[in-house]
């Protein structure tokens, strides 16, 4: 039997594939590249054999990594949409709290998972992701009396997705929120104010 490293087994295992999954996502935030296992292995300290005792393919970590960042992205956003208030003030919070989570390489792991295995199981998982990150989004715009919630969250990702795309490219975070705030805070101002009168 193998050594442990915690008071449990069950605590080890948690606590090996907690290294797995922050190896995997270090190599995808410094390389864009869809990891191999024994990469992930290496990073971690693991043998390759090692790595197959958590995840059977690369497919299986990238799976467990959405499950890993995902709730984490979506409580981030609104936990800081929550932090703000009026409506105005927490649509600009939801998309400066998703520009500095691609900052901070979330990103590569939907981006990642996208390059690996294209058609409907992806699709399906990256809507799925887009509807729980987006859903703050939509309940606020709804509470404005926005005729289309649903499009004009569409309107306000487009420029999410720009401004990722452009920290992608090696714009600076700072150019990157400033260019975001000047199109969506007056866009945002704009609504709250038509919902008051």
């Given at each position: 039997?193998?050594?442990?490293?915690?008071?449990?087994?069950?605590?080890?295992?948690?606590?090996?594939?907690?290294?797995?999954?922050?190896?995997?996502?270090?190599?995808?935030r410094d390389t864009g590249d869809v990891p191999s296992l024994r990469e992930v292995g290496?990073?971690?300290?693991?043998?390759?054999?090692?790595?197959?005792?958590?995840?059977?393919?690369?497919?299986?970590?990238?799976?467990?990594?959405?499950?890993?960042?995902?709730?984490?992205?979506?409580?981030?956003?609104?936990?800081?949409?929550?932090?703000?208030?009026?409506?105005?003030r927490k649509i600009l919070a939801y998309a400066l709290a998703n520009v500095h989570l691609?900052?901070?390489?979330?990103?590569?792991?939907?981006?990642?998972?996208?390059?690996?295995?294209?058609?409907?199981?992806?699709?399906?998982?990256?809507?799925q992701m887009h509807r729980a990150i987006t859903e703050p989004l939509v309940e606020v715009?709804?509470?404005?009396?926005?005729?289309?919630?649903?499009?004009?969250?569409?309107?306000?990702?487009?420029?999410?997705?720009?401004?990722?795309?452009?920290?992608?490219?090696?714009?600076?975070?700072?150019?990157?929120?400033?260019?975001?705030?000047?199109?969506?805070?007056?866009?945002?101002?704009?609504?709250?104010?038509?919902?008051?009168?």
């Open positions: 039997m193998p050594r442990i490293s915690a008071a449990t087994v069950a605590e080890h295992r948690r606590n090996q594939e907690r290294r797995l999954l922050d190896a995997a996502h270090e190599i995808l290496r990073r971690a300290g693991l043998a390759r054999s090692s790595v197959y005792h958590y995840f059977g393919s690369r497919e299986d970590l990238l799976n467990a990594l959405v499950r890993d960042v995902f709730p984490k992205w979506t409580e981030r956003v609104t936990t800081a949409m929550e932090g703000e208030v009026g409506a105005g691609v900052n901070e390489g979330a990103h590569a792991v939907a981006t990642a998972l996208a390059s690996l295995t294209p058609g409907e199981v992806v699709d399906e998982q990256a809507a715009l709804a509470e404005l009396g926005v005729a289309d919630p649903e499009g004009v969250s569409d309107l306000i990702n487009a420029v999410v997705h720009a401004s990722a795309r452009a920290l992608e490219a090696g714009k600076p975070i700072e150019q990157v929120v400033a260019n975001l705030t000047a199109v969506i805070a007056p866009m945002a101002d704009d609504l709250q104010d038509r919902a008051r009168r």
